[in-house]
């Protein structure tokens, strides 16, 4: 199985900051990749597919890049509805593996 | 308006079986590549399956650990999505959502397996 490690676990930040969050896989996927954010008790959103294309609906302060096995999610001027945990996904494989989670939290 | 709506969650013994659906609107599940994702209370999201049509056939792939217990299906009819969960364990004990390829997710439904 292809694992994802996602770093950090959580991170504490302030609303107007840029954050970065990598995502590392155990071999290459090519840019099969998926980010996703996910608020308390609500389902997973898709936010970024295909490593760098922004889902429909989704504010342009996210975008995503990297391909191979180093991938970035990266949000530009924090908003308060962007405090949640994001997970990346790869889907280049079976199993469809995703990473840990990493928190965002306000600081 | 895109939407997928889970049911039939609930508390089933070990070794029981259960049966998730998932009822799409506004697209049909005909032809679509549908996933099942589970999440254990407090802990991260674990893909469990998926069915997706490809020349012309019915393709499904499981994670390990459901592997042999569980069966993705669909009734293109109905435009509802399945997932028949038999010889449950109390490790199963999640939410499971249905998601779409083009990006949209159910809201979830919490299965519990406990004696």
């Known amino acids: 199985d292809i694992q994802m490690t996602q770093s950090p676990s959580s991170l504490s930040a302030s609303v107007g900051d840029r954050v970065t969050i990598t995502c590392r896989a155990s071999?290459?996927?090519?840019?099969?990749l998926n980010w996703y954010q996910q608020k308390p008790g609500k389902a997973p959103r898709l936010l970024i597919y295909?490593?760098?294309s922004l889902q429909s609906g989704v504010p342009s302060r996210f975008s995503g890049s990297g391909s191979g096995t180093d991938f970035t999610l990266t949000i530009n001027s924090l908003q308060p509805e962007d405090f949640a945990t994001y997970y990346c996904?790869?889907?280049?494989?079976?199993?469809?593996?995703f990473g840990q989670g990493t928190k965002v939290e306000i600081k | 308006e895109v939407q997928l709506v889970e049911s039939g969650g609930g508390l089933v013994k070990p070794g029981g079986s259960l049966r998730l659906s998932c009822t799409a609107s506004?697209?049909?599940?005909?032809?679509?590549?549908m996933t099942w994702v589970r999440q254990a209370p407090g802990k991260g999201l674990e893909w469990v399956g998926h069915i997706y049509t490809k020349s012309g056939g019915v393709t499904t792939d499981y994670a390990a650990p459901v592997q042999g217990r569980f069966t993705v299906s669909r009734d293109d009819s109905k435009n509802t999505l399945y997932l028949q969960m038999n010889s449950l364990k109390t490790e199963d004990t999640a939410f499971y959502y249905c998601?779409?390829?083009?990006?949209?997710w159910g809201q979830g439904t919490l299965v519990t397996v406990s004696s």
């Open positions: 998601s779409a390829g083009s990006g949209e």
């Open positions: 996904q790869q889907t280049f494989n079976i199993p469809r593996t």
């Open positions: 071999q290459i996927v090519s840019n099969y």
């Open positions: 295909a490593a760098s």
């Open positions: 506004g697209f049909t599940l005909n032809g679509a590549w």
